[in-house]
């Protein structure tokens, strides 16, 4: 069975600042990796995915996110943080179908809330 | 991308009742799918709605609790019943767009069980 595990609840940052929000994976074969975000009252909007490839993927809204297979971890990235950025982020894994891997729905991390302090 | 949309958008219901929730997608796309994001938690699949065929559950969900219509490429609906208090949650539809291999997803039905 696939899992994802974001290890912090919260993450304070500074704005200007460069923010890291973390999220490490467990799937039986290769992984398809997403980054999604909620604002509050919102739905989730996409950000990043990583399918293959170069690891450093780029996203919506100068987010990037580094793929590490060795560390199974797909942590979330921007040199210069928002205030605007401040919202509910979630890490989500799927099965590589072409690896032998499951049905198409995501498993998602519990979501890291980032606040960013001006 | 696509743009999806939910009805209701929340509802007050009390126990024992039955909700169905509506969601509309302005392209045709294969898969749909239903999650539930109980407060304060991470989001769960509920099931894969697929047009044509039945809807495939995920552990720890059953047809008869939350029973799936997709009658169309564009169209389906999840309906909660008989529902208790520990329904409450937002409930949110999401599709697959061809070969693009993100999930995109409607703005979510916020359901309180009295």
């Known amino acids: 069975a696939q899992s994802v595990a974001q290890p912090e609840d919260q993450v304070n940052v500074a704005e200007g600042n460069p923010l890291t929000v973390k999220c490490t994976y467990s799937?039986?074969?290769?992984?398809?990796l997403f980054w999604y975000v909620q604002y509050p009252n919102r739905g989730l909007q996409f950000l990043l995915k990583?399918?293959?490839?170069?690891?450093l993927v780029k996203g919506s809204y100068g987010f990037e996110a580094e793929f590490n297979k060795s560390q199974t971890s797909f942590h979330l990235k921007k040199p210069s943080a928002l205030v605007s950025d401040s919202a509910l982020y979630f890490c989500?894994?799927?099965?590589?179908?072409?690896?032998?891997?499951?049905?198409?729905?995501?498993?998602f991390g519990k979501g890291t809330h980032l606040i960013i302090q001006p | 991308s696509a743009v999806i949309s939910q009805k209701p958008s929340r509802d007050i219901c009390q126990r024992g009742t039955s909700l169905t929730i509506q969601c509309q997608v302005d392209?045709?796309?294969?898969?749909m799918f239903w999650y539930r994001q109980q407060p304060g938690q991470s989001l769960t699949l509920i099931a894969t709605?697929?047009?044509?065929?039945?809807?495939?559950?995920e552990s720890g969900f059953v047809i008869d609790k939350f029973p799936i219509s997709r009658p169309n490429l564009t169209f389906s609906t999840l309906t909660v019943s008989n529902m208790s208090p520990e329904d409450s949650s937002i409930y949110l539809c999401?599709?697959?767009?061809?070969?693009?291999?993100?999930?995109?997803f409607g703005p979510g039905t916020r359901l309180t069980v009295t």
């Open positions: 799937v039986s074969g290769n992984p398809y």
């Open positions: 999401s599709v697959k767009l061809g070969q693009v291999y993100e999930q995109y």
């Open positions: 709605a697929n047009q044509g065929s039945e809807a495939t559950y």
């Open positions: 392209s045709q796309v294969t898969m």
């Open positions: 990583y399918i293959t490839g170069d690891n």
């Open positions: 989500a894994v799927r099965d590589n179908p072409y690896s032998g891997g499951g049905a198409d729905g995501l498993t």
